[in-house]
């Protein structure tokens, strides 16, 4: 039994669309790829913005309790204390405007309002305190706000699942009432030039522990005598 030599014949047509195929192949994959791990980098960083904001909320809402006099006696002790919380609150909000390059600079007011707010402390009577230590509250479940994401799961350290399609933080309405919380942070009272600024100096080796806290997973929001130990640095409750 003998088979036929015959000539091999390719279709011109056939040929042009495997290559074009293999063209499209070789530009696709990579541009599919670089967009999944841009898509994968998106969403961990809106967690990790969100972890930040869960911060600032711990810092503020820490100076909150030791400014109303509540729970512990208004002294120099619990004044300096809630003078370094709010400093941490101002360093947390840098951070996070490091992330969050497109609204830095706002993040950075909010921030330098935060840290410049203890000249309120000084002369004023305790109601005022607790008017202060109230806006203090809201700004920082304000900024929670505008950095969760509504109606959806996030895993910690990753974010949205991936095909997540809903809005990305930060929510520009709630970060304009921030903006506004925080230009009411003053008192009546007499200022200290100057003290927000030695504080900073005072306590920078503080500010380092932030992002350990935060890429935590800030597992110790809930637990408030940790949260104090760890942010009021070296200082008693």
């Known amino acids: 039994m003998s088979i036929s030599k015959g000539p091999i014949v390719f279709s011109r ?32 960083r809106w967690d990790t913005e969100l972890d930040y904001a869960q911060l600032f909320r711990m810092n503020v809402g820490s100076a909150a309790e030791f400014i109303n006099g ?4 208004w002294n120099n002790e619990s004044e300096r204390s809630a003078l370094t919380l709010l400093v941490q609150g101002e360093t947390t909000l840098l951070m996070l405007g490091n992330l969050d390059t497109a ?7 909010i921030g ?5 707010s203890p000249s309120a402390f000084y002369q004023i009577t305790q109601s005022q305190r607790v008017s202060f230590s109230t806006h203090l509250r809201a700004l920082g479940d304000k900024m929670v706000n505008v ?27 709630d970060l304009q009432e921030a903006s506004t919380i925080s230009a ?18 005072d306590h920078e080796h503080c500010m380092v522990r932030i992002p350990a806290m935060v890429f935590g997973g800030l597992e110790a929001e809930e637990d408030q005598t940790g949260s104090h130990s760890i942010a009021v640095c070296g200082f008693s409750r």
């Open 147 to 173: 950095y969760y994401l509504n109606n959806t799961s996030t895993t910690n350290g990753v974010g949205p699942s991936f095909w997540y399609s809903g809005p990305s933080p930060p929510n520009e309405k």
């Open 184 to 201: 009411n942070l003053d008192g009546k009272g007499a200022s200290a030039p100057g003290q927000a600024s030695k504080i900073r100096r």
């Open 112 to 116: 330098n309002k935060v840290g410049e």
């Open 13 to 44: 047509r056939l040929f042009y669309v495997l290559v074009s195929c293999l063209i499209i192949l070789i530009v696709t994959v990579p541009a599919v790829v670089y967009w999944s791990e841009q898509r994968i980098a998106e969403h961990a």
């Open 103 to 109: 609204h830095r600079n706002q993040l950075a007011i």
């Open 70 to 73: 509540t729970f512990y006696p």
